[in-house]
């Protein structure tokens, strides 16, 4: 590409940007226009879908083309090629999960003809974009194709139920006593006391009797789970708002002028680990059914960069049993039976979700039942909301406590099937009209345990829980039997912690450790502690110091709470407050920031809240790096209405600090306020 005709693009792009203007693209049969409104987000159109996707891939490149490259290494098994030893475990799990023997024999019998085509498509916007600028990364992944796109759904799927955290809990030291289910692994780091809301209410439970959902998920602000947000139009009937993950071809959450949906995080029972007995004179051998057993067994290679332009391949035995992938260390060997591990239709469903235009498509899309996970609260125009635990939950024998480590020598302790999607707890127009479902109880999605079908076994690892959030919904909008848009909109926004909250009991909890506390430093503080309304607005002067000391969770059962670590870490907070701001009763707000580049703006909110904010310490600032982010209104009204709110924690210039839309909707963001995309 000549140097003029990319200083022309680069003005044609940049001006369409500011103007709102658009951009044709055309490459391998594909061809799509780009249009950019006033905050940058790209609308998308093509004749197809798969033009669409095709359009979406080089708009998206545009934005972030840096984590779409890291994942596509990431899928390939090819990131510590370029980021070193580091990355070397990202490699060797991409191929113990063996994902491309999977997709290179599965792909043409298992991947439906039209999610190819948008899969190749995508990978054609993206080769585009390295076409136009082969300075971003040409080098290390062109060309893209179609079945990267399959492969990096199957490459972090698993990690998104906790397969990371299964394998770090049996990389320690010690042999792991429970596995899974609830087990001491817990969830993956990244997305511990994250989660999402959704919330929806039927005409009759609105005061004006529209039809109102939130999509209202909680990601990283940051990186490969970060919310990225499109519009997809084209003339085979895609007309979707909708937020989507860098790499993927479709939105995974959203609404059309017809329906919309949201997920939730959920923790089904997806993983169990069983013990092998291996042959003390072969260790590729393992006991099964009475006689020695091969695993099957390869070399695979890892390259990893050193320094400069030197890098080092290494070979690494990857192994598999009947059961699934196996890890070997020194208190034994170890193989996982994770669900749906070389499914590939995850995109199918979601893609058949979006294009559904009534409840009966919308059921049908998800009876395909490909999605492992994912709570998932719908409404649409007709005035139906529905609301089912999505799973693909493993059908166990009873006889086995599936908490704990599983004998490898068995048949009949590995499960091949699964629980149906019928079967699921799930609740259709409740009588009420009313559904939330915030990382908690699904048979609590109404308030009333009869609304939602019959509770499933314990081994199916369904939370039992309710989170703050899941309460404060039910003491907002479940309270309110007819329920206004403001209230709606003011019930999403509530920065208060219930009374039965995890984190109000550790507040009473601490407050009486301490009783006999003589210190005149901490007795201030511990006073201010204690008089805290559990409120966590911007102006609260008791709330920064009481949830940056007080321990949380999501799950009382998994709170980690030591007296002492507490009082440590309130001490630490006592002088970090007095130091920054002279006094330890400042509003939360002064605080909790949004900082991003030279924007840097004052939060409500907190852990756990329906106004969920998590945060960490940089550069002496406690800063939002997670929890609200991107997320959507959408109502529908008894005339034919259509109105739909969005908002993102930074703008559409997801990565890129010079565009004005690095961060021009996070003053809206930082004040509870919305912009308007429809009508």
Known sequence: MNRNRKLFISIFIFTNILLGEQLIISHNGFSARIERDEWGVPHIYGKRDADVSFGLAYAHAQDDFKTICDILLATRGKLASVYGKDAAVNDYYAHLMDLWNTIDSNYESDVADDVKLL???????INLYLVDYPEQGKKKIFPVYGKDLIAGFSHRMPLMFGLDGVMKSLSKEQRPQLIGLNGDDGNSESFRMLASNVFAIAPHRSSDGFTRIWINSHQPWDGPVAWY?????SEEGWDFYGGLFPGSPIPLVGHNPYLGWSHTVNSPDLIDVYELTINPKNKDQYWFEGSWKEMKVRKVPIKVKLLGPFSWTFKRKVKESIHGPVMEFEHGTYSLRISSAKNLKFMEEWYRMGKAQNYSEFRKAMEIHALPMFNTGYADKDGNIFYVYNAKIPRRNEGYNWNELLA??????????YVP?????????????FLQNCNSNPYLATGNTDDVSKPLPGWTGIETHQ??????????FGADSSISRDE?????????YSTNSVIAKVRDRYIQDMANEKDPKLISALNLIRNWNLSADSSNTAAALAIIVLPNAFNEDNLKYKTDAITSKLVETIDYLENKFGKIDVPLGKVLRLVRGETNLPLSGGPGLLRAIYFKKKNDTYVGIAGDCYFQAVEWGPNGELNAWTIHQYGSATAIESSIHYDDQAKLFSKHEMKQVRP
């Not at 899969?119 to 916007?125: L, M, V």
């Not at 947000?229 to 139009?233: G, M, P, Q, S, V």
């Open 229 to 233: 947000e499109a519009h997809f139009i």
């Open 488 to 496: 709606f909109f003011n019930y999403k926004y509530d920065t208060q």
């Open 119 to 125: 899969c190749d498509a995508y990978a054609a916007g």
């Open 467 to 476: 989170t703050n959030r899941a309460l404060r919904a039910l003491e907002t």
């Open 408 to 417: 490898g020598d068995k048949q009949e302790n590995i499960w091949t099937d």
């Open 421 to 433: 999607f019928d079967s699921l707890p799930q609740v259709l127009n409740p009588a009420d009209g």
